[in-house]
């Protein structure tokens, strides 16, 4: 194997997300949004259904946390399963993939918890929160 073809064969196994022709840009996207971090970790016990998965994520409204578990099962990070009961009964579950996104993405939502102070701060100057 020559020296180019090994290249070839790291770049096909991992990618670069400072490159703009990355698709790895995309996945990045998908997984680094508040609403996906938080419903990657809301799923890491269990399945759960869409109100359970609301009541969790308090603010989140029915569009984005819709929009969010479509991107998360077309990224193939979550499944969605239908029972067919009457009413009709729907599960969110993690994939393999999903569940791989857990630990960091829950090291990203500890660091934001553990930093509460500086968090206030950016509220108050982005006007979200009084002073």
Not at 11 to 23: H, K, L, T
Not at 56 to 65: F, N, T
Not at 108 to 113: F, K, T, V
Request: charge should be positive.
């Amino acid at each position: 194997m020559t020296q180019g073809s090994v290249d070839e064969v790291r770049s096909e196994r991992r990618g670069n997300v400072f490159s703009a022709q990355c698709p790895c840009r995309e996945l990045l996207d998908i997984v680094a949004s508040k609403w996906s971090v938080m419903v990657i970790e809301a799923l890491c016990d269990a399945p759960q259904r869409f109100g359970a998965l609301r009541r969790r994520l308090d603010g989140v409204s029915p569009k984005v946390l819709t929009s969010t578990l479509r991107r998360l099962e077309d990224a193939g990070l979550l499944m969605r399963t239908v029972y067919p009961q009457v009413p009709l009964r729907v599960e969110y579950a993690l994939t393999d993939d999903g569940r791989s996104a857990v630990v960091p993405l829950r090291g990203i939502r500890l660091w934001a918890e553990s930093h509460y102070g500086m968090a206030l701060d950016v509220a108050r100057r982005n006007r979200s929160l009084p002073n």
